[in-house]
């Protein structure tokens, strides 16, 4: 039996969702539909770089607003920005 996540992890620049909010993820990325979904970014080689959490709503149905907290369980879901060249 798994046990429910409760609160949203980064492993590294890819989410591993809460149990909410992966029940509230839209069913496909290619839907322009009210609701959250997962972006998953990826290099020129097509392999995923990054996921991102994005609410499509309103006049952002389309591109999406890309939320840097969970709304439901709070926890920080940005991806790790690059590191500064010095």
Known sequence: MM?????CKMD??????CE???KSFSPTEAENVD???LLTIKTNR???KATMAA???GDFVDR????????????QIAPEQAKKKK
Do not use: D
């Open 64 to 75: 999406g607003i890309v939320v840097n907290y969970c709304p439901f369980c709070g926890v």
């Open 3 to 7: 046990s429910k996540r409760i609160k």
């Open 35 to 37: 609701g959250i979904g």
């Open 46 to 48: 097509f392999e995923p």
């Open 20 to 22: 909410t909010l992966e």
């Open 55 to 57: 609410i499509y709503s």
């Open 12 to 17: 590294g620049r890819f989410i591993k969702p």
